[in-house]
């Protein structure tokens, strides 16, 4: 008996275990019907399609710029999670944080450099998987709506760059927020009043402070995770990845799947 | 033989205009309450009213700026006059340049005199003249939170 053999007859011992069975139903086996339920009856799994056509997913398609957005938006969140563990959004302590997670606190000069770069590289990225997407024509119908949860998500990253700007509370910080907040003050009619709720206050102070950070850390990630949610469900529901209908047959022949059930 | 109602008595209809109503009253009462809540009542920020000392502390032809009240206390050979530090482009601080006479903002390249009049950048507006006034203790204090006329020295 092989050693491939052996090691399957344990992956598909610990498959078919009551336990396994009662977390993943999905049960043994590798048949199209198993892996298919496993997808569709994952909580996660099941935002996405059971079935991709092997050219939605090839690099030249998309290059995977939703993805690595994706990636770096996760990196953000568990970085993020680690600065807010030595982090006071307090005046002036906000700034002595900052330094000590410089100069202090093990592997805190790597955590906020890696949160930093992967803001810059997430909105990069974003821009760049907007204009793939706009290029290709893959914004087109059943997919316009999905086009608008992108431009809301596209707020959202620009929104959290923004309030994150504010938290090292150094002058580059203070300054910045106080040109920006006064771009509110532009609306008509209602934008001082906008500018005196986003700041909690006249001026950038502790309240702005404290108001950018709950908006950094809670509210903006939530609303990003949701819309992200919607986004990948969208997908599926608009007919899976966009792929070019007037691509050459003979690029299609090498898809794995008969031309006839190609989807439209 | 039972009669059947107008529609504008029917039971169903009238809770569904009753619910949604009170929704509708909750939810209006839901945006005034956060409103509300969001603005705050008290504000720990500088007061409005600044003294900025003895007339005599400032020279004749001089102006002067307090960094913290974001203010310019100028004395001209008409009076004294305090002028609004705050850029009225995005609200940077300016800064007094004595060589060129000028007021200048780091963040736009806004420019003014020293009468607050714009002569370049994209500021919309010149910088505000405060209220000016003396205190019984003859100190002088400007009311940052009141624009007077430009042109109004005070004479001491």
Redesign the interface.
């Known amino acids: 008996m092989s050693m491939t053999t052996k090691a399957d007859q344990i992956v598909d011992k610990v498959r078919g275990s009551r336990v396994w069975r009662s977390v993943f139903r999905s049960g043994t086996g590798s048949s199209t019907l198993h892996r298919a339920l496993a997808i569709q009856q994952n909580v996660f799994l099941h935002l996405f399609a059971t079935k991709v056509r092997k050219r939605m997913v090839r690099f030249s398609s998309t290059w995977y710029l939703g993805t690595l957005t994706l990636g770096t938006f996760l990196i953000l969140v568990i970085t993020g999670i680690l600065l807010m563990l030595y982090y006071h959004p307090s005046v002036p302590q906000a700034y002595a944080d900052m330094k000590d997670l410089q100069f202090v606190v093990s592997s805190g000069l790597f955590l906020r450099n890696l949160h930093r770069w992967s803001a810059q590289l997430m909105v990069f990225l974003v821009f760049a998987h907007m204009f793939k997407v706009f290029y290709r024509g893959a914004y087109r119908t059943p997919r316009e709506f999905n086009w608008v949860i992108g431009i809301v998500l596209l707020l959202i990253t620009l929104l959290l760059s923004y309030t994150g700007y504010l938290l090292p509370w150094d002058q580059l910080a203070f300054w910045a927020i106080t040109v920006g907040s006064n771009l509110s003050s532009a609306v008509p009619l209602v934008g001082s009043k906008i500018h005196f709720l986003l700041l909690g206050g006249n001026q950038v102070n502790a309240n702005a402070l404290l108001r950018f950070y709950v908006l950094h850390c809670v509210i903006l990630p939530l609303a990003a995770i949701l819309f992200i949610a919607v986004h990948f469900w969208r997908i599926r529901k608009d007919g899976g990845l966009y792929v070019q209908q007037s691509e050459p047959k003979t690029q299609a022949a090498t898809d794995g799947t008969l031309p006839a059930k190609e989807v439209k | 033989m039972t009669q059947k109602l107008p529609a504008e008595f029917d039971r169903r209809a009238f809770f569904t205009k009753i619910g949604l109503g009170s929704l509708g009253i909750a939810a209006a009462g839901t945006v005034v309450f956060t409103?509300e809540f969001?603005?705050?009542n008290v504000?720990?920020?500088p007061s409005a009213i600044v003294n900025v000392g003895k007339p005599e502390n400032f020279a004749v032809n001089s102006v002067t700026m307090d960094v913290n009240s974001g203010i310019y206390l100028v004395r001209a050979d008409e009076g004294f006059f305090a002028l609004s530090a705050v850029c009225t482009h995005?609200?940077?601080l300016t800064a007094w340049n004595q060589d060129l006479g000028i007021i200048a903002c780091p963040?736009h390249g806004s420019k003014f005199t020293r009468t607050g009049e714009k002569i370049e950048g994209p500021a919309p507006k010149p910088l505000p003249w405060l209220k000016t006034s003396v205190s019984d203790e003859g100190d002088l204090i400007v009311d940052r939170s009141i624009d007077i006329p430009p042109l109004q020295y005070l004479r001491i």
């Open positions: 409103y969001l603005s705050p504000l720990f920020e995005l609200g940077c963040c």
